[in-house]
């Protein structure tokens, strides 16, 4: 009979005895078939728990490295039909020098295409490199990812133990916060640093039904649990964050929303006024005049101290004032001034676009839908400090987060308003110099930052992306939360260091979140069509390595990971930031 594994084949002298030949063959046929045995266990990341790292080599081995690559390797095995499960998504680990190389299986195939059930199968596995693990004794070993040097062909390839399967998941080293479990053990956490994944923004990605809401729930409880002093601002298009979060957010609908109309930028304003549609030019040359016209008019007004102080200031400076300077006017003043246009005998405008002009900014000032934007705010210092310290929780008041429903606003200034609240997220933490830390949680971010280049989504294209281009210098981050991630701004996307991708069946879909994973881990996106619920392929900088793993339960949350208050660590002064908001930074004492 031929052995099992020829390397471990006794050799019998010549001139033995028959009788103690026989003997002796039985014997080396008893010990070859259990070595078999053994060396057919494969290795599973949901494998037996080993503990110890002296356990006999042969009851992990695979088989042996006959390919090799700069990113993928293949074993020689054989598979035993009663053996233990082998499939795609277990882990192995080869020796190497002072390290173990780390990798997850990829393709799993025998060699002549057939199966057999009554003996030992021949097969070829195909593994992707993902890191190495390194023995630091007497310090505890760590995971690392990419690999030093690699094995020569003929190493022996093991399955990977419990506790370096822990070591692989686990933050370089550290002790993260758990978001749910893998999915090929349950016993193992899964981990993730919130310091990298708030800084340096994420995203969540699946089609309809999956649980990206519940996801993105429990990631900004972890966050706010993580880090009392992050503000979490979360821009709601269908209304279904308030569940998630009792007693811990400030809840703004439509009804209880401020944004007076002068915090406002231009673009912003003139996609409200022309209701998403591209203006005539005679038309928005003429709405910029105007508004620059009435700012200038307000800041210049006589009758008050606050008055004179500034037209003193205009006088000195000289005419700063341009329609996108964040100072406050009034609709009042704007309507008089086209009065004033249509009344002259030349005119710069035609008088056909004056008139609807001023339709239009009449109607929107009646319509209770819009009365957020003529709430009657003058602009004053207190007036920017209540909306800001309203939207931004400054200080928190024991509810660190801000979830804006959406739902209620007309279709037209939904733009408009994300724009405004991405872009003051931006200028507030700007200010602050690093001691005000917000995240922007943007649910269907599709609608805002679609990968087209269209007009209609300059303003909140650019606030958005200002956000993720540069945020993180001023602990401003980005959370982006889609459908689509072949319809999202590619820009916007790229700067997401950390995504958690969970079931995506279109091939487009697919190839973003290929493009964005490397090739260290692109056969588990060949798995996001059929991941179940809740599951995720999570990748980037917040983990150890990519992995497949299932979010916990929010509704099983315990209390003490529930976000809660705590006190201000460094107290912002809001009538200061308010200054500096409205003036643009002109005044910085």
């Avoid at 809401?213 to 269908?238: C, E, F, Q, W, Y």
């Avoid at 930028?265 to 508004?291: K, Q």
């Avoid at 939360?481 to 995504?499: F, G, K, M, N, Y």
Wanted: hydrophobic share 40%; with cysteine.
């Amino acid at each position: 009979m031929q052995s099992l594994d020829p390397a471990s084949a006794y050799e019998v002298g010549e001139g033995a005895p028959e009788s103690d030949l026989n003997r002796r063959d039985a014997l080396g046929l008893q010990r070859r078939l259990e070595i078999a045995r053994q060396t057919l266990s494969p290795a599973t990341a949901d494998g037996d728990r080993v503990n110890d790292r002296r356990e006999s080599a042969p009851q992990r081995v695979i088989g042996h490295l006959i390919s090799l690559n700069g990113t993928h390797g293949v074993i020689d095995c054989r598979l035993d039909p009663a053996g233990e499960d082998w499939s795609v998504g277990h882990l192995i680990t080869i020796a190497h020098r002072n390290a173990r190389l780390v990798g997850v299986v990829c393709e799993v195939a025998t060699v002549d295409a057939r199966w057999s059930e009554g003996e030992a199968n021949l097969a070829r596995v195909t593994f992707e490199l993902n890191g190495e693990i390194i023995d630091r004794a007497p310090d505890p070993s760590a995971f690392y990812r990419g690999v030093r040097s690699y094995p020569s062909l003929g190493a022996t390839v093991h399955r990977m133990r419990a506790d370096d399967l822990r070591t692989t998941y686990t933050f370089r080293g550290k002790r993260g916060v758990e978001i749910g479990r893998l999915s090929q053990n349950s016993s193992i956490p899964a981990e993730i640093s919130i310091d990298q994944m708030t800084a340096r923004h994420f995203a969540v990605l699946g089609s309809t039904g999956v649980g990206k809401t519940t996801a993105a729930s429990l990631l900004i409880s972890s966050a706010i649990a993580a880090r009392p002093n992050l503000r979490v601002l979360v821009l709601d298009p269908h209304n279904e964050y308030a569940s998630h979060f009792p007693g811990v957010a400030q809840i703004i609908d439509s009804d209880s929303l401020e944004l007076p109309i002068w915090m406002f930028r231009f673009d912003e304003l003139a996609e409200v006024i022309f209701s998403g549609r591209p203006p005539h030019p005679d038309e928005r040359d003429a709405l910029y005049e105007v508004v620059q016209t009435a700012k200038t008019n307000y800041l210049a007004g006589a009758g008050s101290a606050t008055g004179s102080v500034l037209r003193r200031k205009l006088s000195i400076e000289g005419p700063a004032v341009t329609a996108d300077t964040p100072s406050p006017f009034r609709i009042a003043d704007v309507v008089a001034t086209i009065d004033e246009w249509l009344g002259k005998l030349e005119q710069r405008y035609p008088r056909s676009d004056l008139r609807a002009l001023r339709a239009r900014l009449e109607a929107l000032s009646r319509d209770f839908r819009y009365k957020f934007m003529f709430s009657g705010r003058t602009g004053l210092e207190e007036d920017v400090a209540l909306v800001i310290s309203r939207i931004f929780r400054i200080p928190t008041g024991g509810l660190p987060i801000t979830i804006v429903k959406l739902a209620g606003l007309p279709n037209e200034v939904v733009n408009s308003v994300v724009s405004v609240l991405a872009r003051l997220a931006f200028e507030v933490a700007f200010w602050c110099s690093g001691s005000f830390e917000v995240s922007v949680i943007c649910e269907e971010a599709h609608r805002y930052i679609p990968s087209g280049q269209g007009h209609d989504f300059a303003p909140v294209r650019r606030a958005i992306g200002r956000i993720a281009k540069e945020g993180r210098k001023y602990g401003a981050s980005l959370g982006v939360i889609s459908q689509r991630p072949s319809e999202l701004d590619p820009t916007v996307l790229s700067q997401c260091s950390t995504t958690f991708a969970m079931r995506l069946p279109n091939d487009n879909d697919k190839k973003i979140i290929a493009d964005a994973v490397g090739v260290s881990a692109l056969s588990m996106v060949a798995l996001l069509p059929s991941i179940a619920d809740r599951e995720a392929i999570a990748f980037g900088e917040a983990m150890a390595m990519p992995m497949r793993m299932k979010f916990s339960d929010v509704g099983l949350q315990s209390k003490d990971r529930r976000p809660s208050a705590s006190s201000e660590t460094a107290p912002i002064d809001l009538t200061r930031l308010s200054r500096q908001l409205r003036d643009g930074g002109r005044d910085n004492h």
